[in-house]
């Protein structure tokens, strides 16, 4: 008679009789099986090989009988039925050749954003199509011609009929200093995005352009102190971006021009060399032109109008000021292409420069 308490089974008991379990189901029959009423998962239990298959090859017959639930049917889809304007990819990282304006070409690591709209019975989109199609531009375009023709390639190979992608980028510039004669290297931010929506397409050039802003209204308040109590005060100024979104119509418009528009417009550019003498011309500069946050949307305004290539165009501008605990800030459009009702609420935070 079994004096044993019922008590429940053991780790090392269970796995024991799993082992005898699985030796006797390798060479049962199904009717073996079927007498056992054992569950499905123990009745079909395989022995799965754990070492990595090195020589395995992966040939179209085997690739055909891949599942692919983003090409899935529309009865697959989680959610709305409902269209999607932008899916894609960001952030995808390659270096691509971009001309400059004297003739020459540089390579430059670039960040792509690359979508398609989303018809709503469509469950998804195939996203490694996105980079091959990067890839094989890239070793053969320049700039603007990697994105028309992966552009091409996004509404064949995907069938959708909007498309937009985005490159960006830190672009070299040689600058002179104000009074040296010393030369240094300064990075603009730039984006080249190009847009495809109902078979119209726009190509837009953004700029972020960091220069140096004094306050208008200290720097007269400062002279007001010097002047009727012989008090020695400083204006305030403070780094300063605008972020420069143009549409290009027509003739080429390079990086180098909108970066020269940027600085007509607005020439207390931050400097890159400077000896004591660029920082005293540094000074004056900024003297000579004090500007509120609105006064910088409107210079850079009039500027781009004056440009018979640039089309549409918005201005971000943000002084992060060294007065108030608060930055100064500002948004001018002219055209429909950059018109918005709402801001993004982070719009302002990206315009901090990280030197």
Known sequence: MNMRPEMPPTRAEAEAALAVLREYTASATGDDLAALQLPAILRAYPELNRAYPEGFTADAAYRETLPDLQNGPSSLIVGAQAVIQHVGISNFRLPIRYRLKDGGDIVLETSVTGTVSLEAEKKGI??????????????????????????????????????RIQMRFSFPARVRSLRSGLEGWQYYDIALELVDVAGQRKKMLHLDYVYSSTCPCSLELSEHARRTRGQLATPHSQRSVARLSAEMTGERLWFEDLIGIARSAVPTETQVMVKREDEQAFAELNAANPIFVEDAARSFCAALQRDPRVGDFRV????????????????????????????????????????
């Open 126 to 163: 195939n996203m490694s199509r996105i980079m091959r199609s990067f890839y094989v531009h890239a070793e053969r375009d320049f700039s603007i011609e990697v994105v028309e023709h992966a552009l091409d390639d996004y509404k064949r190979d995907l069938g959708s009929f909007d498309a």
């Open 316 to 355: 971000v501008a943000s002084h992060q000021e060294s007065l108030h605990s608060h930055d100064a800030v500002s948004v001018l459009t002219e055209g429909p292409t950059f018109a918005q009702a709402s801001l993004d609420p982070k719009l302002f935070s990206t315009l901090f420069h990280v030197g």
